[in-house]
Structures are given as structure tokens and as C-alpha cells.
């Protein structure tokens, strides 16, 4: 189908990005703009052909991302991953460049949406 | 038709019913970051090699009653002069009666992530039994960008965590260290080493002829727009000079009419 071939196009772009950000961050370190800019660029891709409806990005992607400045977070190069709790035990993932935090529950029983 | 208003379909439904829950296609992630498995008797002689050097290094040291109000499972064992539990305990936990030992180790997920970052680190040991996953996942990626190895056992918790007396051991981390204390490790670590099979992130690792092959059998169709043709070189990276890319990967969801609320069972390529 016509809609088929455009996710696929723009599938194979996102998957690219991504993978070449992930390249970025091997090669170079110290370049996370780079990686930035190519994960915002999957970011718009996404939303403009409002791909990925049901979460807008399967949580393995989704996670590594950071929302506020859409860098590509690895844990201990461009972000900062610990646990802590507060009656639940949660696991904080801090982006490095712009502080935001995104936390994640750790409940055994829980699971994603999109593995159901 | 009902499959043009929600999305999509994935595949061409034959099926009445089918036609009715129409797929959608989500992007999934190529990466998948999983632990390398573990055969089984390097999984035990791992898990006895540390058990009996907790319980060895214990004994070494001379038992200072440390009556930490920390809660390390220091059981309330005032005056023996042997603390077993403390002493087995991997590491790091301060140990109770081995300051020096714990010193060496790292124990926690908390505290084997920043010896980590800092690169302290020389062996890594994650319990493969804890769930939600993300929990360790994290701690994959750390240790391949730093050439640590590191290896999943499972009911690494358990059994650590009696010896240690601590209540859970997620995490053990091996320091590095000069220190006669050092020593005491060095051997067990070094056995353990030979025996951890090596950890490989797709994207670090650049050419990884197994995983584009394996990609490649699941996408099928999908896969598409690759630069390299993956299976037949391999090992040649056309984009960049350490740098493979991975197939899409791209997962269906279907829309299960069944569920009230629409649940989607996933379906992946």
C-alpha cells in the first residue's frame, strides 16, 4: 500500500539516524551534538508523518532518548543512570547535557504495553 | 474499509476478523541489548569460585567487629571472631569484617555504576534474575565502552547475597587494585575472567558478522536501504570505519479486537 512504502521509506530513515548516532557517540565521544541533531532529526521525521502511532517509538528507542533535548543518551557517556527509591524503587536516568531526569519504575510485574 | 481508519495494516488480512484489527507498524529499536548466555558450568564454577572466595577471604582477614549499624547482614555475631556472613559477601559492601575487601569490590548497582564511570572497575558480574530488566541494562552498555567484561549469571542474588548478608546483590564489581588486599581477588577474578564470554554492542563493535546475519533472517522483506549488504561482507563497514548498520528492524502491532481496550500483540519482523 501507498501508506506501507512511506513508513518503510521513512522507517529505514529513522533506523538509520539512530544507528548513525549511535556510530557518532562510538567514534567520537565527545561529539553529542551530532548525535543530537540526528536524533532530532528522527524526532521531527516521526512526528511530522506521525509514525509509530501507538507509542511513538517503541520504548527501547523511546528510553534512550532524551525528551527535553533529544540527545541520544548512553549510559555512562551522555548520561547518568543510578537507583533510588521512594517506597518503589526507581531507576533515574539523567541526560548530561541538559539535566533532565527520566525515571523508570521497577516493578517486576510490569509489563510494556507493547509486549502484550 | 476498517483497516484504512485506524492505520495501516501490517499484512494483507485473509481473514474477516482479522481485516478488522488492523496491524500498525511501530519502529522498534535495532539494537537489541541483550546478555551474552552464559553456559552453565562457567555460570557455577563462577558462582562456586566466588562463593568459596567470600567465604575464604573471610577468614583471611582478621576479624575486626565492625558493628556497623548498617544493616549488612552482619548478623548480630558480637563475638565471633569469624564473620562468615560479612566475609562472603562479595564485596564491596563494607564489609563488615573485611574494610579492605569491600573496598575492592563493588556491590550495588549504584555503586558498580560509578566505579564504572570512573573505570575502577576489571570484572563485572550482574544477576541474571531481576526483573524489570532495565534495572541492569544499562550496566551492558557501560562495561562494553570500557572493555570490562562482564557476564549475566543468574541467581547471582541468592547466592551472593547470603555469604555477603546482604539482603540482595544485583551488581559485583571486581577493582582494580594494587593493594595486597588486591591480591586476595586478583586470582578469583582472573579465573573468572577466562570463563566470561565477551560482550558486544552492534553499534560500538562496528562489524559483527553474526548479528547482520541473524537480522537479516528475521526482517525478511524488511530490511532494506542498507548501504552494506550485510551476510557477505561483514566485516567491511562502507559508512564508517568502525560502524556496521543493522537491518530495520521494524515490529507490527496488531490490534486484537478481542481485548476491550485494544490491546496489540506485538508482532515482530
Known amino acids: ?116 | 474499509m476498517l483497516q484504512t481508519v485506524m492505520a495501516a495494516p501490517g499484512k494483507p488480512t485473509k481473514k474477516e476478523i482479522k481485516k478488522q484489527t488492523p496491524a500498525k507498524t511501530s519502529f522498534t529499536s535495532p539494537f537489541a541489548s541483550k546478555w551474552s548466555p552464559l553456559p552453565q558450568e562457567d555460570m557455577h564454577f563462577i558462582l562456586k569460585t566466588l562463593k568459596d572466595k567470600l567465604i575464604s577471604m573471610g577468614l583471611e582477614k582478621k576479624e575486626v567487629k565492625v558493628f556497623r549499624p548498617w544493616r549488612k547482614k552482619k548478623s548480630k555475631k558480637p563475638d565471633v571472631a569469624p564473620q562468615p556472613v560479612p566475609q562472603v559477601s562479595d564485596s564491596s559492601k563494607n564489609g563488615w569484617t573485611d574494610v579492605a575487601a569491600r573496598r575492592q569490590l563493588a556491590i550495588g548497582i549504584n555503586e558498580v555504576t560509578k566505579a564504572l564511570e570512573r573505570n575502577e572497575l576489571r570484572l563485572l558480574l550482574v544477576c541474571k534474575s531481576v526483573k524489570p530488566k532495565h534495572m541492569t541494562n544499562h550496566l551492558i552498555a557501560l562495561s562494553t565502552t570500557r572493555g570490562v567484561p562482564a557476564c549475566q549469571v543468574p541467581r547471582l542474588s541468592q547466592s551472593v547475597s547470603e555469604p555477603l548478608g546482604l539482603k540482595s546483590v544485583l551488581a559485583l564489581g571486581f577493582r582494580w587494585c594494587s593493594s595486597s588486599d588486591g591480591g586476595v581477588f586478583t586470582d578469583t577474578v582472573d579465573a573468572i575472567k577466562l570463563r566470561v564470554p565477551t560482550l558486544d554492542m552492534a553499534w560500538l563493535q562496528g562489524a559483527k558478522p553474526e548479528e547482520p546475519v541473524a537480522m537479516e533472517e528475521e526482517e525478511g522483506g524488511e530490511r532494506r536501504g542498507q548501504k552494506r549488504k550485510l551476510e557477505s561482507e561483514s566485516e567491511e563497514v562502507s559508512e564508517s570505519p568502525s560502524c556496521t548498520l543493522q537491518p530495520l528492524q521494524v515490529k507490527r502491532i496488531v490490534a486484537n479486537p478481542a481485548k476491550k481496550k485494544k490491546g496489540k500483540p506485538k508482532k515482530k519482523l
Open chain 1, 1 to 116: 500500500m501507498a501508506l506501507h512504502l512511506k513508513d518503510k521509506e521513512a522507517y529505514q530513515r529513522l533506523n538509520y539516524l539512530y544507528q548513525a548516532a549511535h556510530c557518532v557517540l562510538a567514534q567520537n565521544p565527545e561529539n553529542v551534538e551530532l548525535a543530537r541533531f540526528y536524533c532530532f532529526s528522527q524526532k521531527t521525521i516521526a512526528k511530522r508523518l506521525v509514525l509509530r502511532q501507538p507509542a511513538a517509538q517503541d520504548p527501547s528507542v523511546k528510553r534512550t532518548l532524551c525528551k527535553r533535548c533529544c540527545s541520544l543518551l548512553i549510559p555512562g557517556v551522555t548520561a547518568t543512570t543510578r537507583q533510588k527509591r521512594n517506597k518503589t524503587r526507581f531507576t533515574v536516568m539523567r541526560c548530561l547535557s541538559c539535566g533532565q531526569r527520566k525515571t523508570l519504575l521497577n516493578n517486576p510485574d510490569y509489563c510494556l504495553w507493547a509486549d502484550r
